[in-house]
């Protein structure tokens, strides 16, 4: 893929526009068109930034021309999420190269050709580091590394914000289906199972079946030996839980899910034994729900008792289709005693999200205290997800709409082509886009915020836990929620709020499912279903 756009040039070059004609991959000895970088002893260096237009996986092909000498010459390159992350050096603002190097010098052939890097990027900058020296770059393309794989899932509607939404969220996690289903594509190509959950829902909307979640899900039960905690946290081990019924229900794998009993039978067992006898959850391991409430230890424990309920309440479904009823009724009963203490959520929105989708306090309770205090205020990309169901269950719809907008839309207004990892409204005043370089007084968004893990140019910008307006787009907008096994059962209840429409279609075993909402003069919704032969619609 050739560059769109030079943003930024230094020291003697010329001819750098001929970067942005499609290449060929090929050196040759004509030597026309090629872009020339030179430096003199005492001069400044040669360098150039390039923009791809949109966030990739993948590497750099470099192809060279002929300059005198015949040696190879050493060039530094830098690969950026942002344009002002391929401007900086390692260390400057949280800089790194953890997981995957972004920032390094190499030796380009002369008349020849090059394969470069694997990380996550928009932006490369290369500089000619050696003194009284020319480098001849006839090509730089972008290689980009995906699965070749159809958008079977589709929404459009008549906000085009919505639908923007919808399609970044999809790509963020397409871009992280690599040989595994990846948190990011530059820092944490790692298989978080608790980020899995939300990157799932999607990869359900979108792509329908992909080997790559059973895949993702076997190695973190193979790298997890009882009584461990996958990732070393409790709440992720709950999440494979949830997901194995995620990945039933929409599969309808037996075969699957009964490769899976022992070790969920033991897990389970495991969990149960985490329950006090005042009712209350004690929980070990890393106790933790996402990075921004990490601080509010109340908030906490009140998620991590919501987090008992849903994957034990899950771990007896499993069970009974399983025909483990001795689990099943191990985990009911521990249930019922984890409803009898109901903490307080102390104003964290995640905790009273999920307080609320496991039943431990209405819905419209948690909705009217806390998740709608402030609009998309104290959202997270990871959680948001979980405050949007909640929101959905109190039948605040239109709320749930208004925070997709303000808080995921702000990150495309910002020049995002793939959500973040974490993003805070509170950093909007006086931001400068991500695809250009900041100008003097303006915040840098990448390199001037971030905590934890993801301080300044750390924070990953491809992180595909941030993607949950794609699944929840599609699951109460368009309406369709799977109720049986394989999807052989689907419910179909769209919620336009101020939308004059919307429609798209959902991947199942047996084929699309295709849906058309239209709001009419007087307010009342007409829906049109096509669905394949073996899927069954509830209205």
């Given at each position: 893929?050739?560059?769109?756009?030079?943003?930024?040039?230094?020291?003697?070059?010329?001819?750098?526009?001929?970067?942005?004609?499609?290449?060929?991959?090929?050196?040759?000895?004509?030597?026309?068109?090629?872009?020339?970088?030179?430096?003199?002893?005492?001069?400044?260096?040669?360098?150039?930034?390039?923009?791809?237009?949109?966030?990739?996986?993948?590497?750099?092909?470099?192809?060279?021309?002929?300059?005198?000498?015949?040696?190879?010459?050493?060039?530094?390159?830098?690969?950026?999420?942002?344009?002002?992350?391929?401007?900086?050096?390692?260390?400057?603002?949280?800089?790194?190269?953890?997981?995957?190097?972004?920032?390094?010098?190499?030796?380009l052939p002369w008349l020849g050709k090059i394969q470069l890097g694997e990380t996550g990027f928009r932006f490369v900058r290369?500089?000619?580091?050696?003194?009284?020296?020319?480098?001849?770059?006839k090509e730089v393309r972008a290689i980009f590394t995906y699965q070749d794989i159809p958008y079977l899932g589709s929404f459009k509607s008549s906000d085009e914000r919505l639908n923007k939404i919808w399609e970044t969220g999809a790509y963020t996690v397409h871009l992280n289906m690599q040989e595994y289903l990846w948190d990011g594509i530059k820092r944490d190509r790692l298989v978080w199972v608790g980020d899995m959950h939300p990157e799932v829902a999607t990869i359900h909307s979108v792509f329908g079946f992909n080997e790559i979640i059973p895949k993702s899900l076997d190695l973190s039960k193979e790298t997890t030996p009882l009584p461990g905690w996958m990732n070393g946290i409790s709440t992720y081990s709950m999440w494979w839980v949830i997901l194995q019924r995620d990945w039933y229900m929409h599969q309808g794998d037996l075969a699957y899910l009964k490769q899976q009993q022992p070790y969920l039978s033991n897990l389970l067992k495991q969990i149960v034994t985490k329950v006090g006898e005042d009712n209350k959850e004690k929980l070990d391991g890393m106790r933790f729900l996402d990075w921004p409430s990490s601080e509010n230890q109340q908030g906490v424990h009140a998620g991590l008792q919501a987090m008992m309920i849903l994957s034990l309440r899950t771990g007896a479904e499993?069970?009974?289709?399983?025909?483990?009823?001795?689990?099943?009724?191990?985990?009911?009963?521990?249930?019922?005693?984890?409803?009898?203490?109901?903490?307080?959520?102390?104003?964290?929105?995640?905790?009273?999200?999920?307080?609320?989708?496991?039943?431990?306090?209405?819905?419209?309770?948690?909705?009217?205290?806390?998740?709608?205090?402030?609009?998309?205020?104290?959202?997270?990309?990871?959680?948001?997800?979980?405050?949007?169901?909640?929101?959905?269950?109190?039948?605040?719809?239109?709320?749930?709409?208004?925070?997709?907008?303000?808080?995921?839309?702000?990150?495309?207004?910002?020049?995002?082509?793939?959500?973040?990892?974490?993003?805070?409204?509170?950093?909007?005043?006086?931001?400068?886009?991500?695809?250009?370089?900041?100008?003097?007084?303006?915040?840098?968004?990448?390199?001037?915020?971030?905590?934890?893990?993801?301080?300044?140019?750390?924070?990953?910008?491809?992180?595909?836990?941030?993607?949950?307006?794609?699944?929840?787009?599609?699951?109460?907008?368009?309406?369709?929620?799977?109720?049986a096994a394989a999807c052989k059962e689907i419910k179909i209840e769209p919620h336009l709020g101020d939308l004059d429409f919307a429609e798209g279609t959902f991947p199942t075993p047996k084929g699309l499912v295709w849906v058309k909402h239209v709001k009419q003069p007087k307010g009342k919704v007409k829906t049109t279903v096509k669905a394949p032969k073996g899927v069954k619609i509830i209205r």
């Open positions: 893929m050739s560059p769109e756009r030079i943003l930024y040039t230094s020291g003697q070059i010329e001819n750098s526009k001929t970067l942005l004609k499609k290449g060929i991959g090929q050196a040759d000895l004509a030597n026309r068109d090629v872009c020339i970088l030179k430096r003199t002893v005492d001069g400044e260096k040669a360098s150039v930034l390039l923009d791809f237009g949109r966030e990739l996986h993948g590497g750099l092909e470099i192809v060279t021309g002929m300059w005198e000498g015949n040696k190879p010459v050493k060039v530094r390159i830098r690969f950026g999420e942002s344009a002002s992350e391929a401007m900086s050096s390692i260390g400057e603002k949280g800089a790194t190269n953890d997981h995957a190097l972004r920032d390094f010098t190499t030796l290369i500089d000619l580091e050696e003194e009284h020296a020319e480098l001849q770059l499993l069970s009974r289709i399983l025909g483990d009823d001795e689990t099943a009724e191990l985990c009911e009963k521990t249930v019922k005693k984890l409803q009898q203490y109901v903490p307080d959520p102390n104003g964290s929105k995640q905790a009273a999200a999920l307080m609320a989708l496991a039943d431990m306090m209405p819905a419209e309770q948690a909705n009217k205290e806390v998740l709608s205090l402030g609009g998309a205020k104290n959202f997270s990309t990871f959680y948001g997800y979980y405050m949007l169901q909640a929101m959905a269950k109190a039948g605040d719809y239109q709320g749930a709409l208004d925070n997709i907008r303000q808080y995921w839309g702000a990150m495309l207004d910002l020049g995002a082509t793939t959500f973040w990892e974490d993003f805070n409204l509170d950093w909007l005043p006086n931001a400068a886009r991500i695809d250009e370089l900041v100008p003097p007084g303006k915040k840098d968004v990448h390199g001037d915020y971030g905590a934890y893990c993801y301080e300044g140019f750390r924070h990953s910008l491809c992180h595909g836990w941030a993607s949950g307006p794609t699944a929840w787009l599609t699951e109460h907008v368009l309406g369709i929620k799977v109720l």
